[in-house]
């Protein structure tokens, strides 16, 4: 007989039923299956947890993450570029440092501050201002041979001689870079450029080494001159460029017969060299001084400029006039009485508002009646009496200005007569003066046959053709060469 719990037992209906002990063991194998199920249920639900807050922490911290990233990069990108524009201010004064530094080895090595004799009168003048060659020089208006003529009627009246005038060196081109562009002093060494700033076509035709020596060269010595006046104003007092006056020409670009900037380079070596602070130039030349008032447009603390000019004509720099501290534009053909009242009144006014440490007075002649392209009508007698007015203004301030003076525009073959009839009025009337110059004069001539005093009854004195002027000529050839300029 078997065993009760290994025994199989049948019921009626012919079903195979387990014992007891196959069902324990069976129940146990299921138990176990059961068990490993869940276990690995539960360990993959629990991997699923875990993978769950992962991606949820990637999902929940990814846009805060960004936005905390982008503020750091506006930051760092605005902190780049101000370290950037840091590095471009700090290479701006680095350069301005480096180019402070040239202009003032180039002054310091420049040989045109000349030492002069007790006996020698602060007027500058060399024959070889004057330009001649072939007779190209005609083919412009303006009489490039008036400086020496000025120069032979002071002579003339006993005023000066070649031992009491002062001969200027040529400006270098390192003396020229104190103001100008290395880029300008290039394009001055192609004749076609030189042209077109003297208004004299043919020039461009020339090789450029003529041009240079016959027309370059003059000008380079009347700038010369101006700079050494310049100084000679600030130790004596006063001071005249019989040349000079170009101021047409900026440190970038030359026009009207103004090919080096003159007036600019003068008040830069004082500058420079630490002599002022101030300066103020006053322009009674009938067309607009643009190239000065370009050059010092930034400087408008230091440098104040009043400018008289025919408002139609000639250049009519829109720009430039940003420069003018004092603009008085006027009319065609304005006559002596209301010219002089503007005159005096700006200059007075300017002079009230600002204290310069040296006058630069551009004492151009194209005002005068008749000329063709300055088109005003001021009177020989009326430009002896600007310029005795400008000397007395400079003079007779709380504290004397010390003045220089250069001759600038002039169209018409009588204008040397009126320079030099200017010229000897400020010296009979005290105006100007060098004891030793007139006392070396008096030794070389004997008894004197100048006259330093003014005739009873005369106001200014005559040349021999300064009253031959034209006189109330406005026709329409006249108006039309003013109108359109040089």
């Not at 010390?402 to 002039?410: E, K």
Request: charged content about 30%; hydrophobic content about 35%; proline content about 5%.
């Amino acid at each position: 007989m078997a065993e009760s719990g290994d025994s199989l037992l049948k019921t009626t209906d012919g079903e195979v039923v387990l014992t007891e002990g196959e069902r324990n063991g069976n129940r146990e194998s299921k138990h176990c299956e059961d068990t490993s199920m869940e276990a690995e249920s539960e360990h993959q639900n629990k991997d699923a947890e875990e993978r769950l807050p992962e991606n949820q922490s990637e999902t929940e911290q990814s846009p805060v993450t960004v936005q905390e990233e982008r503020p750091v990069e506006r930051r760092t990108s605005e902190s780049d570029d101000m370290e950037e524009e840091e590095r471009e201010e700090e290479e701006t004064e680095q350069d301005t440092a480096e180019q402070f530094a040239q202009i003032k080895e180039r002054i310091q090595k420049s040989k045109l501050y000349l030492d002069v004799e007790p006996h020698q009168w602060p007027i500058i003048y060399s024959p070889d201002y004057n330009i001649s060659f072939l007779g190209f020089e005609k083919l412009h208006p303006f009489d490039s041979g008036k400086w020496g003529k000025v120069y032979s009627l002071l002579k003339k009246e006993c005023m000066l001689c070649d031992e009491t005038i002062i001969c200027p060196l040529e400006a270098t081109e390192d003396d020229l870079l104190v103001a100008h562009t290395k880029k300008y002093i290039s394009r001055l060494k192609w004749s076609i450029s030189v042209a077109g700033i003297t208004e004299v076509p043919p020039v461009a035709l020339l090789p450029n080494y003529i041009v240079q020596k016959k027309v370059l060269r003059p000008l380079r010595l009347q700038t010369g001159g101006s700079i050494l006046a310049a100084k000679l104003a600030m130790e004596r007092g006063w001071a005249i460029n019989i040349g000079g006056g170009f101021h047409h020409c900026s440190s970038k670009q030359g026009g009207g017969f103004c090919a080096y900037a003159d007036i600019t380079l003068a008040l830069r070596f004082l500058f420079h060299q630490g002599t002022i602070q101030k300066a103020m130039i006053l322009d009674l030349d009938a067309h607009q001084g643009n190239g000065h008032e370009r050059d010092f447009m930034q400087d408008k603390e230091s440098v104040y400029i009043l400018d008289v000019y025919n408002r139609h004509i000639y250049p009519r720099d829109g720009f430039a006039k940003r420069g003018i501290s004092r603009k008085v534009e006027v009319n065609y053909f304005i006559a002596d009485e209301q010219y002089m009242t503007l005159v005096a009144s700006n200059l007075e006014a300017a002079l009230n508002e600002f204290e310069p440490d040296i006058l630069v007075y551009n004492a151009g002649t194209d005002s005068l009646e008749g000329d063709p392209l300055g088109a005003l009508s001021i009177s020989p007698q009326g430009i002896i009496r600007r310029d005795m007015m400008v000397f007395e203004f400079a003079r007779d301030r709380p504290k004397p200005i010390p003045i220089v003076m250069v001759t600038s525009g002039g169209y018409q073959r009588n204008n040397a007569d009126i320079i030099a009839a200017s010229i000897l009025n400020l010296w009979r009337r005290g105006l100007i003066s060098c004891p030793e110059a007139e006392e070396f004069q008096a030794k070389q001539d004997g008894p004197s046959t100048s006259s330093r005093q003014t005739p009873e009854g005369e106001e200014t004195p005559s040349t021999s053709n300064s009253e031959s002027a034209p006189q109330g000529n406005r026709g329409f050839f006249r108006s039309f060469l003013g109108f359109f300029g040089k």
